[in-house]
């Protein structure tokens, strides 16, 4: 029997076959049957016995330790070893309550109701044949009429005692009490984009279904975690309901009665034996009286052997016990995640065949993909989390604030919930606001004249970004100073690809073309004319998709990277008027054509440029139009929203359902102010403890990463040195930027932003117009090493290599990844993983190109520089291997992702040894069968477990810079020799392929 078995419901539970129950709370009924009586309120830890040692395959029963009891069932594999007398094998309390009468094979069974009960041999063990004794020393239990293997008084079986609450899964700090979802008009499950992969859109919400159109997108070239998906950051796929909250796990203590006083009157307690004494020798010196000299000598080496043979066995034990290595954790917490870990993982595989599979099996069984959803992981599990405090946050009837930035983001949070008021406006909103542009092609009359007029203002001031992206950012060859920065842009479907190759994506781009005919017969097209000229400009979309630069061949910053003045940009592109359009978007700020900008991708500009000059000025003006359309839709009413799930059924596969409301707002919120939103959440949530616990952490891997750089037999002395100094410079950067706690700073930040609590639309408006103001203030300023690009909320991490910073926000600062009361091997395997690959971010093909200071400049030797490019192509060969729905990985365009993970899981792994060595063997798990270095790798790998829809799938291969999930796992473990000895692969198994593909 499987111990599977033991984990279904009761209506499937093997059948008792008699002896004493083994059972847990009620209403779960007998699992097994054991040799030796448990009955039900008893607490039995769960403990591995030797092979065939026990009868049963498992029991849910309650757990004990010390004077904590946790009354969950628990998943124990195997029943304990049959009791043959001596030690009894289960662990009490060194008090038992009252409620839970003693049955350890106490002579005389059960003590009389009320009688508060000592183990006679200390808390560890019962004598079996010895009784127990009851408070007042030398009193023994009277014999009783219940035997040792009835049933327990009522009450004997634990609840929560009153007064307590479920206890949620945020080990930062105590979380605010959380309220259910609300009403609304769609209750249930919802839509939404993997967190791991960026939570937010923009601005938008959807009630049933997923997806939307986005907020601005942060600029930025750092690495994250995670990622963020490229072309579709502004379509806003709103976030599934909470519906997989973290199990609640009542907690029942174990109260410290004292016995029963001594009766007053004089007479005999009921559990008291009276004690009498002879005068004269008693039996035992009249039978020693009659033995002889020798027989005297003999019972006294016998007794002197004895006593020391005991000495000896105790004196062993003391130490066996003391010995970490030989003990299990059973506090509350250790109990906790072994079940989790035990319930994700699939021990019918071989973990050498796919350890994928082993570590999360469990888990993709027992989470299918929820409706709404292209994806579901550990990182959407979280971001619900999050969002549920942030609601409960925002929501608060007695909230008041002291900061106007906070009061701001209440509002704006607020303004987005009123559906009624939204309901009411319609369209009316965006067309009034394309009227004001100057009209649109589809819809009416427009300025024939005012090219340059629209782009500036759908780019410049409302932040689309048709053709192009303009932002301020940190010069990559000069990290101390900002410069305007030019990129390449102007697709609404995730990739080029979606539009070069049309027969794999035939229904895409037809679901496409009714999306857009759609929302421009809402806003008052014709319906034929309207998809005529929609035709022409997904036409001129995929004009766009051939000139732009697949992202694989984006990734050396050196190659791309051209600095020149904005006369020289003109020259390059002359369709646009630069100085006007730059000096426009970056008011109030005085350009001339000499200010210096930095342009990544000349060929695509001036291509871009020719492609202007010869078309048509009509298909001009509906593809700047809809670009502003396609952003701003989503804040619209539910045509807009329905129009939108179409669209994602398609391109991402999710199902239709209902999405609640707040938590497409919160995701909106948090793309607008979400410092001021990140405020509030580290105030209510985050453990200022962590942070110092987190900066060792980090200290202890890049320890462990410049052992590894000592070690390489590759690279130069020069280029190690600068290596090390570059890893020493490393800035890191915990929890929160400490502005956002100051609220001055924090108000400074959003002075001038503009939220109403009555118009949705103008507020989002608002802030785009406010997002331009601040990005035009930057570009005189020096760039602030403390600034952020992600807040303190989000579920991610990242690197920036101008900076050459690494950033882990609060919100990923939780379980799985991290908790302070998890063992090390799960903390180093699961954060300190995530520490391990920003840090190695820093020497990945693109990381490497940027020195200690930020800067992009040659700092390697040529030998080796070679030796490492020949390293990445083994990795890139290998990665390029793996497959997903017949479809291969881009070994190329995940490179830098790969050579992090590998990197950072080594670095990990060897700061846990690091710290093994300092502090000595941590407890292990129970009910696992784990080693602690067996359990580093399973955490490490359980982080990634997710299920995804086909299309998502796809949509991963061909825009996301990391591998699928399932290949971050294998991929990494099967180049680490450390699993491959831990888990004993043989050679030439799937995860010992024999080959190595080692960077760092």
Known sequence: MSLSACLRPPERAPAYRGGSACCGPAPLPPRCRCRYPVPCGVSVPPRLPKPGAGTCVGVPVRVVQARALLAVPVPVPACLPRWRGGKAPVRLPVRVPVQVPVRCGCRCGAPPAGTAVTLAAGPDRVERSGAVRCDRAGHRCPRSSHPSGGRPPPGARGSRPAGTSPRGSIPLARPPSLPGPGPGPCPGPGGGAAPGAGHGGGGGRRRCGGGGGGGPARPGRGAELGGRRPGMARMNVALQELGHAMPDYKRATLQDDEGPEPAGDGSVSPDSVEVGFRKGPGPLLSRLASRSQLELVLCAVAVSLALLLGVAVVTLAIQYRRDPSHSMCLTDACVRVA???????????????????????????????????????????????????????????????????????????????????????????????????????????????????????????????????????????????????????????????????KTANERVLAAYLDYMVELGTLLGGAPEPTRLQMQQVLDFETQLANITVPQAEQRDDEKIYHKMSIAELQALAPAIDWLDYLSYALAPLELADTEPVVVYGDTYLQQVSDLINGTDRSVLNNYLIWNLVQKTASSLDQRFETAQERLLETLYGTRKSCTPRWQTCISNTDDTLGFALGSLFVKATFDRDSKAIAEEMISEIRAAFEVSLDQLDWMDEKTRQAAKEKADAIYDMIGFPDFILDNKELDDVYDGYEVSEDSFFQNMLNFYNFSAKVMADQLRKPPNRDQWSMTPQTVNAYYLPTKNGIVFPAGILQAPFYARNHPKALNFGGIGVVMGHELTHAFDDQGREYDKEGNLRPWWQNSSLEAFKNRTACMTEQYGR?????????????????????????????????????????????????????????????????????????EGLVTDPHSPDKYRVIGTLSNSRDFVEHFGCPLGSPMNPGKHCEVW
Request: net charge neutral.
């Open 882 to 954: 793996y497959t997903v729905h017949r479809e291969k990985v881009n070994g190329r365009q995940t490179l830098g992702e790969n050579i992090a993970d590998n990197g950072g899981l080594k670095a990990a792994y060897n700061a846990y040894k690091s710290w093994l060595q300092k502090n000595g063997e941590e407890k292990r798990l129970p009910a696992l069968g784990l080693t602690n270095h067996q359990l580093f790798f399973v955490g490490f790998a359980q982080v990634w477990c997710s299920v995804r829809t086909p299309e998502s799938s796809h």
């Open 339 to 501: 079940s989790k870990i035990l319930e994700a993982l699939d021990a019918e595989t071989d973990p050498c065949q796919d350890f994928y599979q082993y570590s999360c099996g469990g888990w993709i069984k027992r989470n299918p993909l929820p409706n709404g959803r292209s994806k579901w992981s550990t990182f959407n599990s979280i971001w619900d989390q999050n969002q549920a405090i942030m609601k409960h946050l925002l929501e608060n009837t007695t909230f008041n604030s002291s900061s106007e930035a906070e009061r701001k983001t209440q509002r704006y949070y607020l303004s987005c919930l009123k559906e009624q008021r939204i309901e009411e406006l319609g369209s009316q909103p965006l067309m009034e606001l394309i009227d004001k542009i100057g009209g649109w092609n589809v819809t009416g009359s427009w300025n024939q004249s005012s090219f340059m007029e629209v782009l500036k203002m759908v780019s410049g001031t409302y932040r689309a970004t048709p053709f192009f992206t303009v932002y301020v950012g940190a010069d990559s060859k000069s990290s101390n100073s900002n410069i305007i920065q030019v990129d390449q842009s102007g697709l609404f479907l995730p990739s080029r690809d979606y539009y070069l190759n």
